[in-house]
């Protein structure tokens, strides 16, 4: 089997070289992790049977839509949380749990048939969490698609949609509780995502490596100040 695994996040991209590596002699992986890598004269070279889109941040013509076999991995249980930010948005809606939901790319934004679902914990930072969606997606999800043909089912109920979140939206606020503050922090803690931040004259406090006490009534994180440009 011919398979494309574009991404651009570190964690992905070294489980997707593991998996190139163990795939050696039985199935042929490339690896995009450069916009103008993933063209479509670079596809249509290829000719792959599946391409796999674990966080990919851009467009995809829709030439290579039309033509091969795109699959997302969504972190929602879709049709629920179709849209952007979805960690973060789960996070501030109270949920500790989801499932990653491997799609079809359609024209309808994370609309696609489903071929599959797998659970996922929302506990720890957001770079623990991709970290663990990176080894389901790697070490249980793309596997089922080399051992045999998938067919997807269309997504049923009633669509959810999420907002792409804003830097702006990161900002604490005096009325915030503990707890809030906290998955604030934890859930932009993470490789390219804009910091939890408190404005504070011309410095923006940024925070990062936040741990609850025991008994929920401290919270310390590591402090950035950074001046405003």
């Known amino acids: 089997m011919r398979i494309i695994i574009a991404t651009i996040k570190s964690w992905n991209i070294e489980r997707a070289r593991a998996l190139q590596k163990a795939c050696a002699g039985t199935h042929e992986i490339v690896i995009y992790s450069d916009r103008e890598e993933f063209s479509v004269d670079n596809v249509r070279d290829f000719q792959p049977d599946y391409i796999f889109l674990p966080h990919w941040s851009y467009i995809i013509p829709k030439e290579i839509t039309d033509d091969w076999e795109c699959v997302v991995f969504h972190m929602t249980d879709l049709p629920y949380g179709r849209g952007g930010s979805p960690l973060q948005n789960l996070i501030v809606r109270g949920h500790r749990e989801t499932k990653i939901s491997a799609i079809r790319v359609t024209e309808t934004l994370d609309g696609g ?3 599959m679902k ?3 914990s929302l ?3 957001a770079s623990e969490i991709f970290v663990r969606c990176a080894d389901v997606i790697f070490g249980e999800m793309i596997p089922k698609f080399l051992e045999r043909k998938i067919t997807p089912v269309p997504q049923e109920g009633e669509p959810v949609l999420f907002k ?3 830097p702006e939206d990161s900002a604490i606020t005096p009325d915030m509780e503990l707890g809030t503050i906290y998955d604030y922090i934890r859930m932009l803690d993470a490789e390219g995502y804009p910091r939890a931040f408190i404005q504070f004259g ?3 406090i940024e925070f990062a490596d936040a741990v609850p006490s025991g008994d929920g009534q401290e919270l310390s994180a590591r402090v950035v100040f950074r001046k405003i440009e």
């Open 113 to 115: 048939p489903i071929y």
């Open 118 to 120: 797998h659970a996922l």
């Open 123 to 125: 506990d720890g930072s």
């Open 164 to 166: 792409r979140r804003k």
């Open 202 to 204: 011309d410095y923006r």
